[in-house]
């Protein structure tokens, strides 16, 4: 029987793509600006890196996709039109695991900002910045770069006993929401949209061909995790020896949200043919039998 709790996620999820990934209530973007009593946005090159790492207890082991790999760092993209300052902000993102941090270096300094250490008010801030400029679009956090360990309210790391705003910090976030209101009342606002394309690998169960009484797998399930940050999914399928097909009958959570099975061939060396666009395919747990080479078996695709 299908867990009401996962029919839950997937609906909350096919909602949520459907936003702007800036005005999902459960993601934040992040700009940093210079440490001074004037809002000025970050002076010279420098690279912000978003780091997550670890598992909950109770998640089953997930394999997501590497969008962009961390040694590149983050695509920072313009808040405003041209004719206003040019503050950058990270794309929004929700704190999933329980390690995420965010790093920027500029030259010599570091700055970490430890997003999943909790201090009171963490999931309110933006929300009450909204109301209180009559905003419809939400904000990034504000951040003062200095090097050291930080929360993201501006407080040092090992200052756990205050969750108050840094004054600084607090100071910077009002002159910036001053901009970013005015901002709003002439439409000089970029919002952030699903233009991104994502790509990710099928691994397929070792030993599929071989029954479980002679030491087969028992565990058949392959994740692909969709990213609501990119808007065209692709995923590639491997061959199983030399060839390979795989016919996926679709069960969808949705049972309006028919597809018809699909057979996708694959061939050794043919890269180029292996990578299937998965955008509008339905969230569900969809039945692959895959055969190649004389062997074959089943797997169960779980499609988010």
Known sequence: M????????????????????D????????????DSAVLLPLQGPYAVYYLRSGMWWSMPLHYYPIVALPEKGMRLLPLFAPDLPRFLATP?????????????????DTMVVELTAYYAGFRSDVDERCKHMDSA?????????????????????ADDTNDAMDPRTADLTQRFDALWAKAMKRERIIPQLNTDTCRQELTVPADLDVPVEAGGPNQTDVWVMRSAYCCTHFVSFPP?????????????YRPEERKDPVHINVRAGAVARSWVDVSDWPVGDHLVHLSGCSNGGTFTLKLR
Do not use: M
Not at 95 to 108: Q, S
């Open 137 to 157: 679009r939400r904000p990034p956090v504000v951040l003062p770069f200095r090097a050291g360990r930080f929360r993201a309210n501006g407080r040092r790391y």
């Open 92 to 108: 929004a993102q929700g704190t999933e695991l329980p390690d995420e941090k965010l790093v920027v270096v500029r030259g010599a």
């Open 240 to 252: 199983w020896g030399t060839s390979a097909q795989y016919s996926i009958t679709f069960v969808p």
């Open 23 to 34: 005005q999902n209530p459960y993601w934040t973007r992040y700009t940093v600006v210079e």
């Open 2 to 21: 299908r867990s009401p709790l996962l029919v839950l996620l997937a609906l909350v999820a096919l909602h949520l793509r459907a936003q702007d990934p």
